[in-house]
């Protein structure tokens, strides 16, 4: 039985990929600075650490030989975190932190199958200005100048892993994601992303009203529902290529129209309130050139199918909490 250590378990990509290696027979320790927060966890092992403590790192690798890392932690959010500036230190320290004392111990332990999550926030801003955008291709992320401090801490950890896997023989993965949404992510209190917030909006809305829009919602992003993700992911790791690789979508869409595609799924019309607040770039979409020609596939769902999903869920969580 091969042993997995997921690092992030308690969130949401993370606790998904707890579920899709226990199905696929793993031994699965989780580890995260809280439990999940929607769904009880199915990990062999839970450890609730502080992963920025060495000693915690240390802990959770020396009483158990682990076949692979999956490395998901990070102090990360939604636009609403991450580009208001606010919380740029601890963005940059926090998941920095993580991912030092992280890749060092699995080069102490003796882990070399290693899986770190890297961003679409690594692009170039300057690349991302027209909503049309028509995919961001792996090489264009140098010259760097990502959108973000989260941007740059991940394209830092990404070049760290991969120093590690140069000069001590890790065999590392690298995959950019590009927003992954779907059940039992964050929907309220300020770190939840887009499709979460929508849902949340429109479920909680009276038919008629208003719902809030952040800008004039013409700017545009591609969404992946968290199944195809994790398909990515253990695709990916199964391979023999290293990356940096995309995993997103390529169904380009306005805030505007996934707020009505929302409503549709809710069978209820609201209208649309734009406001000022953070918006990021304009526009931003996968380019799956290099996942298909590297794993001879690429994500397929529409996202009217993972939206759907999505909704009911968050529909239930905001009726149960009112």
Known sequence: MKKALVCGAGGFIGGHLVKRLKAEGYWVRGV??????????????????????????????????????????????????????????????NSATINLNLVEEAKNTGIKKVFYSSSACIYPEGIQMD????????????????????????????????????NYGMDVHIARFHNIF???????????????????????????????????GLQTRTFLYIDECLEGIRRLMESGFSGPVNIGSDELVSINDLARRVMGIANKSVSLKH?????????????NTLIQKKLGWRPSWPLAKGLELTYRWIEAQVRNKG
């Open 131 to 166: 909503p049309d955008n028509s995919g961001l291709p792996e090489a264009s992320a140098y010259p760097a100048c990502p959108d973000s401090e989260y941007g740059w801490e991940k394209l830092f950890s990404e070049r760290l892993y991969l120093s590690y896997a140069r």
């Open 32 to 93: 995260d600075i809280k439990s999940h927060e929607y769904c009880q966890t199915v990990a062999d092992d839970f450890i609730v650490g502080d992963l920025r403590e060495q000693s915690v790192c240390r802990r959770i690798t020396s009483d158990v030989k682990f076949d692979e890392l999956y490395q998901l932690a990070a102090d990360m959010g939604g636009a609403g975190y991450i580009f208001t500036g606010e919380h740029d230190a601890c963005v940059m320290h």
């Open 275 to 287: 406001i000022k607040g953070p918006l990021g770039v304009r526009g931003r979409s996968s380019d």
């Open 182 to 216: 779907g059940p039992e992510g964050t929907w309220d209190g300020g770190k939840e992303k887009a499709p979460a917030a929508i849902c949340r909006k429109v479920a909680a809305a009276a038919p008629g009203g208003e719902i809030e829009i952040w800008g004039d």
